[in-house]
């Protein structure tokens, strides 16, 4: 039999990808984090050597877009930085990979970036901020600690102090260092430094953006680092990018934390961390309107005039969570059903001869409402 010969008029290149890649690295990684890696492995064998402004202009990314990228291949072990002896940068080397992404950071390189992984010691060893007692304090780290396990929101890493000090060099995280410190009129801290560099360079919060957080922060009586923090990851968390889109949430929020300590009878001032961590649920978890809240407010003071207090608002809240509350209409369907199921107790399960709509007792009446709030708070606080 004579041989024959496979052609093809296909005069396009392949880059290979590894199948490891696809299937263990890929799938956790950001979108722009993939591609820059593709392209990596593009330029591998097109052997031409590139600047990261031509990887850059390529995407139509910034220069510190394709850095956060190569930083993140470099933490996964996936590439490394090759450098002269004086530190240099002079390639990258594209890594053998592992069916399982498990292995350990390449320490060496991750520290000519000046990045070190954070460890539990060392988030549980940020200082306390000032005026806040150590209960409070352990709960806002608390609560900022939920916030950072969230699956959407990037890892926060230490950064090494020759390397904040080398990002001072850029003219707009300097000078937000320094207003900064002229906000909370005291140095900042290495800590404090470090945290205002994850938002920047992790979140990727834009200079306008980290400044209007600081400025609002400050507002409201906050000079820690560690609430910025906890804001800045809520906001990360809410897709909030642009200083028009914080102002609007800003607003949203200062307008609940007045109306609710206006409605308590708290004395005007800044919400304690415990008290910012209920509304916080209230309005972003559970998803309620500022009404819905201040009706469970009002509901608190007219039930317990001198003992209502957050728990107790909370727990009414928490019910009508359950119940599926979505509007206020919603409650008063939940007051009928009760008054109904109430008077069916009362009388045994038995029809009246009584005009049906004599026998209706109004959701609005306040003794049906004080009651069912009493009852409601005595189940759940068995």
């Known amino acids: 039999m004579e041989t024959i010969t496979i052609s093809t008029k296909n005069h ?47 995407f139509n990314l910034t220069e510190k877009d394709i850095c956060r990228a ?68 352990s709960e806002a780290a608390q609560n900022t600690k939920s916030i950072q396990e969230s699956a959407t929101v990037p890892k926060k890493i230490s950064y090494k102090s020759s390397f904040i000090e080398s990002k001072k060099e850029d003219e707009d995280f300097g000078n937000l260092l320094y207003q900064t ?45 560690r609430y910025i923090e906890a804001v800045a990851l809520e906001w990360y968390k809410n897709g909030i990018t642009s200083v028009e889109d914080a102002k609007v949430a800003s607003k949203n929020y200062n307008s609940i934390y007045v109306a609710v300590l206006k409605q308590l009878g708290i ?6 961390p415990t008290e910012t961590a209920f ?10 309107n500022k009404n819905i809240i201040i009706e ?21 809240l928490e019910s009508w969570h359950k119940q599926n509350v979505k509007k206020l209409s919603d409650i008063e369907a939940l007051d009928k059903k009760w008054a ?25 009446d306040q003794a049906v409402v004080n009651e069912f709030e009493s009852l409601f708070l005595q189940e759940t606080n068995q």
């Open 267 to 272: 004395p005007r001032r800044v919400p304690t």
């Open 340 to 364: 109904s199921e109430r008077k069916k107790k009362a009388t045994g399960g038995k029809s009246t001869v009584t005009n049906q709509f004599n026998n209706y007792q109004s959701s609005t």
């Open 296 to 316: 469970a407010c009002k509901r608190a003071i007219t039930t317990n005039p001198h003992s209502a207090n957050f728990n107790y608002v909370n727990g009414i």
């Open 279 to 288: 509304i916080d649920t209230w309005y972003n978890t559970y998803s309620f």
């Open 70 to 137: 190569i930083k993140y291949w470099i933490k996964q072990d996936v590439i490394q930085l090759e450098y002269t002896k004086d530190k240099v940068l002079t390639g990258i080397t594209m890594l053998p990979l592992t069916a399982k992404s498990m292995s350990n950071h390449n320490s060496s390189i991750l520290s000519l970036l000046g990045v070190e992984d954070e460890t539990e010691t060392q988030k549980s060893a940020i200082p306390e901020p000032s005026g806040s007692t150590s209960k409070e304090a």
């Open 181 to 225: 410190e002229i906000y909370f009129g005291k140095p900042l801290t290495q800590t404090d430094m470090n945290t205002l560099l994850y938002i920047y360079e992790e979140l990727s919060f834009s200079p306008d953006l980290l400044e209007y957080l600081v400025e609002y922060c400050v507002s409201i009586g906050k000079k820690s680092c």
């Open 12 to 58: 396009e290149t392949y880059s290979a990808v590894s199948n490891f890649f696809i299937d263990y690295y890929m799938t956790e990684a950001n979108g722009e984090f993939v591609k820059v890696y593709l392209y990596l492995i593009r330029l591998l064998n097109s052997g031409r050597a590139v600047t990261i402004a031509d990887i850059a202009d390529h």
